[in-house]
């Protein structure tokens, strides 16, 4: 890449200006804020407030409910990404044949990424609402018992699907590029070497894939742990009881329906820690895993 | 080890036609080179005798068993690919194992091998290294070994050489020509280059548009091309072509350009004033005094000889090729031995004979 000499300090300041700016208003402020306001606690009106150290991380990682809600996170978060990530590799070998109408199948598999989280969950909130939802009420009128209000594994089960269905477009975009992106002769060699398509799959383009799938693996975690919060917010509100509640979930319920902001910033900053975590291990193994 | 027999293959893409009905018989052992333009259709061929590609027509037979309904994998062949087409994610080793494994040798019997093919080649102390820290000569060589340890009945090469530079693809040619007589594999190898052709192959196949335009040993192809194509196609500099017409009952040719020429072998057939075409190779034109005048325009001077560039008379292009260093003078008188002459129809471009 070619280096710029600029002269001085001004002008690159101002060029660098409107993205430092954002980046400080939005995300170093408030991630500040909630570092500062988790070392704090306030008295219930918000009037005053008293430092107290690490008190407001030991007692949520003490809390039941919170390690209730890691739990739900860890499974929410694991079945989203195997779900979403081998939907979309299985559609994505299927769109990588030479099929009629394949670039029609392609643009329609890539829509659901449009989706607002909130509208999805509107939308699978009238397919599987008990009463008014299409498949919902055919479900109970073929005698299996479906209400995801009351039953916690079914409310789960429904947002793992509905969480994981809008992550398919996009894991599908980058299986598909990564397909393509696998030289045909190599697979021809495959062919000629006598691997059947199932062998192919398994000892040639899945080896290939790995570096895909493992930046794909770090993207949907990240996406379960944070922006899941909509269709869960829509589908469930985290219940029934605390059954889809995640931590995420919690931090919201904590800090606007308790108005407890320094248990709640304690909680977002251990999810800030997590995705930086995250972060890091993809950035280290990326650069190394890619094979071509 | 095993004789090819491909009968009557076409292969349409729709409704362009890429090849026309290609009949070719190989024996055991034999080396056949596959050479022609691009888009002639000789990559085509070879995808088809691979089972990578569906003839629309024809059979193809292995060993005397029809395969054309059978998958690569079922047809006992092995390919090099033009681009080595290598498991990114595996070693050298591996690589040359992956078939073995699929055909569930034991695994003492792939170890030798691997072992022997990779002392074959020379990449012993590869074996352990994965493709992207290869060479391009190695990845070559890696990409032999892998077709043969599998010990298949015909080995396919699709254009192998032409990702080399210059002096590994002359290295790598005789390579190849040694280890194929040694293993004696009945071997298709596709090119476009002319001179891999002539020095590879037992015998060429010309592909021109589809069609095979002449199957015959190299020497054949260069002393007696069946049509124009041919003629121009192999050997460099190209032939020279030059309008005629046949003239004293058959017996000679009276060129465009003035001279009317004896045929050493005998009269040809047709017409008193049909359209002909002379072929004659830049090497074959003789400097005489008397002859003709040939102004040059353009001298190329390669050492051993010197390709010169003129026009005759009648504006028709003329090549000459001399030995020794470049002549001084500005043109040069050149004639054409009656013996060293190809007659071509001047209509269709067959190769006539006496």
């Known amino acids: 890449m ?39 606690q306030e008295d219930p009106w918000g009037t005053r407030s008293e430092f107290v150290g690490l008190r407001n991380f030991a007692e949520v990682l003490a809390e039941p409910e919170w390690r209730g809600a890691a739990w739900n996170t860890l499974l929410f978060s694991t079945s989203v990404a195997v779900l979403a ?37 509107v939308l699978w909130l009238f397919l599987f609402h008990p009463s008014i939802g299409l498949v919902g009420r055919a479900l109970n009128q073929a005698g299996l018992a479906w209400d995801y ?50 062998r192919r799959f398994w000892t040639i383009i899945l080896p290939l894939l790995s570096p895909t799938a493992f930046f794909l693996l770090v993207v949907n975690l990240v996406y379960a742990f944070f922006d899941t919060f909509g269709v869960i917010h829509a589908l469930t509100g985290g219940g029934p009881g605390k059954a889809t509640e995640t931590l995420i979930y919690k931090v919201y319920v904590e800090g606007v329906q308790n108005v407890n902001l320094g248990s709640s910033s304690a909680q977002s900053v251990i999810l800030m820690v997590l995705v930086i975590a995250l972060t890091a291990v993809q950035f280290r193994f990326i650069e190394r895993k890619v094979h071509y | ?56 027509s024809g059979s193809i037979r292995i060993a005397g068993r029809e395969v054309a309904a059978l998958e690569p994998a079922e047809r006992d062949i092995a390919m090099v690919f033009q681009n080595y087409a290598l498991y990114p994610h595996m070693t050298v080793e591996q690589n040359m194992a992956y078939g073995l494994k699929i055909r569930g040798l034991p695994r003492a019997e792939i170890t030798r091998r691997v072992a022997e093919a990779a002392g074959l080649l020379g990449i012993e102390a590869l ?23 599998r010990e298949p009945k015909l080995f396919l090469f699709d254009e192998p050489l032409s990702n080399l530079d210059a002096k590994l693809r002359v290295q790598m040619r005789a390579e190849i020509r040694r280890l194929q007589r040694r293993l004696g594999v009945t071997s298709l190898f596709v090119t476009h280059d002319q001179i891999e052709a002539m020095t590879l192959g037992d015998r060429l196949v010309v592909m021109h548009a589809g069609h095979a335009a002449q199957i015959a040993t190299p020497m054949e192809i260069w002393a007696r091309p069946a049509d124009t194509y041919v003629a121009g196609f192999i050997g460099s500099p190209a032939m020279n072509f030059l309008d005629g017409t046949l003239a004293e009952g058959g017996h000679a040719v009276a060129l465009k350009a003035g001279p009317v020429l004896r045929f050493a072998d005998g009269p040809r057939a047709g017409g008193e004033g049909m359209p002909l075409t ?26 051993s000889e010197t390709v010169l560039h003129g026009r005759l008379p009648g504006g028709e292009a003329l090549v000459v090729k001399l030995g020794g260093p470049a002549p001084g003078q500005s043109s040069l008188p050149v004639a054409f031995p009656a013996e060293a002459l190809h007659v071509f129809d001047g209509g269709t471009g067959k190769r006539l004979d006496p």
Not at chain 1, 88 to 114: C, E, H, M
Request: glycine content about 10%; some cysteine; overall charge positive.
């Open chain 2, 278 to 303: 002379i072929g004659i190779r830049p090497e074959h034109v003789a400097v005489a005094e008397g002859g003709l005048d040939l102004p040059l325009d353009l001298v190329e001077p390669l050492g």
């Open chain 1, 2 to 40: 070619r280096k710029t000499i600029f002269k001085g300090t001004a002008l690159p300041l101002l060029l660098l200006a409107p993205q430092l700016v954002i980046t400080a208003i939005f995300f170093l402020w408030p991630a500040g804020a909630a570092i500062w306001q988790s070392l704090l």
């Open chain 2, 127 to 149: 074996l352990t290294r994965r493709p992207r820290q290869l060479s391009g000569g190695q990845r070559q060589r890696v990409a032999m070994g892998r077709a043969i340890v």
């Open chain 1, 149 to 198: 209000k009351l039953n916690g594994n079914q409310a789960m089960l429904l947002v793992i699907v509905a969480a994981a269905w809008k992550q398919v477009s996009y894991n599908f975009i980058f299986f598909l590029a990564g397909l393509q992106s696998i030289p045909r002769a190599v697979l021809e060699a495959a062919a000629i070497d006598g691997a059947k398509p199932v």
């Open chain 2, 1 to 56: 080890m095993a004789s090819l027999d491909v009968t009557g293959v076409t292969k349409s893409f729709g409704a362009t036609h890429v090849l026309h009905g290609i009949n070719l018989a190989v024996e055991d052992g034999e080396m056949i080179v596959i050479v022609g333009a691009s888009g002639c259709g000789k990559s085509t061929l070879l995808r088809i005798v691979a089972g990578l590609e569906t003839a629309t």
């Open chain 1, 85 to 121: 990530m081998g939907t979309a590799l299985f559609l994505a070998v299927q769109a990588d044949k030479s099929i009629r109408g394949a670039n029609l199948y392609r643009t329609l598999l890539i829509w659901p990424y449009a989706v607002a989280p909130a509208v999805a969950a």
